[in-house]
C-alpha cells in the first residue's frame, strides 16, 4: 500500500525541527521509521506532516561526562549503540541487549528515540532504562526539561513527550563500583517480540545485595517490583535466596493475554525472567 499525501520536512537543526513540530500539533518525527512507516501505510495514523531527524548529528552521539553518565542521541541506530566502545565499556549488558533487538535489517535503521517513544508493551528499551535510573530528556518550544524513566512511559504507546515536542537525548547515569545489571527476555523466537522481559540493577557488598531495581517490561508501562526488591535488599547474592524474593514478582502487572500467551503463563514467566535477570546482575556486580 502507498503512504498517504503528506508534507514532508527535514531540518538542518533541533531547533528547526522543534519549530516543525511546534507549527503541526498534528507532526510526527520520522527517524528510523521501523513502525511509523507501516503505520502510514495502514492508515492507522494521519500526520500532516513528517518532520525527518534522522541526519541530525546533534541526536546522533554517545558523550560521556566527567562523572561517567553517558548522554546518548535519540536518533542513535541500535547498531550503532551495539559497536559503540563507551557504550561497550561502560554499559556492556545495553549494549549486548541492543545488539540482539529483532534482525539485523531493524538493526541498521532502528532509533533509541523511536524504540522509546513508540512505548510498545514489548519495547526492549523501556525497562531497562527503569531499571537504570535513565533520564530522557525532551525539547520543546518552552525549552529542556529531563523526565526520569519511572514517570516518562504513562500507558501503551503512551509517554510524556507532548506534542510540538522531540526527545534529545537518553541519559544513562553511571555504574558504582559493585553494580551490575541483568536483562533477560523470553521470546516466541530468536527474531521476535517477548513474552515475558526483565532488567535489574543490583548493587553487592561483601556477598549481599546493598540496593536493588527489578523491572518487569511486556505489561501496560515497565512496572517497579518493590516487593521483590525489598526482599532482596540485605540478603546473600546467591540464587536460592535470589529465587525466594521472586516468587514476590508480579505486583501492578497485569500483562495481555493474546494467541501466543495467556496473562497468567506470561506473569509467571516475568517471575522467571526476573530471577535470573537479578542472578546475571550478581555476576555483573
Not at 561497550?88 to 549494549?95: K, W
Not at 523526565?147 to 509517554?159: E, K, Q, S
Not at 522531540?166 to 533477560?184: D, I, Q, S
Amino acid at each position: 500500500m502507498l503512504l498517504p499525501e503528506l508534507e514532508y520536512a527535514r531540518p538542518a537543526t533541533v531547533d528547526e525541527a522543534v519549530e516543525r513540530l511546534a507549527a503541526h500539533r498534528n507532526a510526527r518525527v520520522l527517524a528510523g521509521g521501523q513502525t511509523l512507516l507501516n503505520a502510514l501505510k495502514l492508515r492507522i495514523v494521519h500526520p500532516d506532516v513528517l518532520v525527518d531527524v534522522s541526519r541530525l548529528e546533534e541526536l546522533r552521539q554517545v558523550v560521556r561526562e566527567q562523572d561517567g553518565t553517558l548522554r546518548l542521541g535519540a536518533a542513535l541506530t541500535y547498531d550503532e549503540l551495539a559497536s559503540d566502545e563507551l557504550m561497550r565499556r561502560h554499559h556492556p549488558v545495553t549494549a549486548q541487549m541492543t545488539s540482539r533487538i529483532v534482525d539485523r535489517q531493524v538493526r541498521a535503521r532502528g532509533t533509541l528515540g523511536g524504540n522509546v517513544c513508540l512505548a510498545d508493551p514489548t519495547s526492549n528499551f523501556p525497562p531497562l532504562l527503569v531499571a537504570l535510573g535513565a533520564r530522557l530528556v525532551v525539547r520543546g518550544a518552552a525549552g529542556v526539561r529531563e523526565v526520569a524513566a519511572d514517570d516518562f512511559f504513562l500507558a501503551p504507546y503512551m509517554t510524556a513527550v507532548q506534542p510540538g515536542e522531540l526527545l534529545t537525548e537518553v541519559v544513562l547515569p553511571p555504574l558504582a563500583p559493585g553494580e551490575g545489571v541483568g536483562y533477560e527476555s523470553l521470546q516466541v523466537g530468536i527474531d521476535s517480540w517477548a513474552l515475558a522481559r526483565a532488567s535489574a540493577l543490583v548493587r553487592v557488598q561483601d556477598g549481599t545485595i546493598a540496593a536493588a531495581r527489578v523491572v518487569l517490561g511486556c505489561g501496560a508501562v515497565p512496572a517497579r517490583q518493590p516487593a521483590m526488591e525489598r526482599a532482596l535488599v540485605g540478603g546473600p547474592a546467591e540464587r536460592d535466596a535470589i529465587a525466594q524474593a521472586a516468587k514476590l514478582a508480579g505486583e501492578d502487572f497485569d500483562p495481555p493475554g493474546d494467541v501466543h500467551a495467556t496473562a497468567e503463563y506470561r506473569t509467571a514467566m516475568a517471575r522467571v525472567m526476573a530471577l535470573r535477570a537479578v542472578v546475571a546482575a550478581t555476576k555483573e556486580a
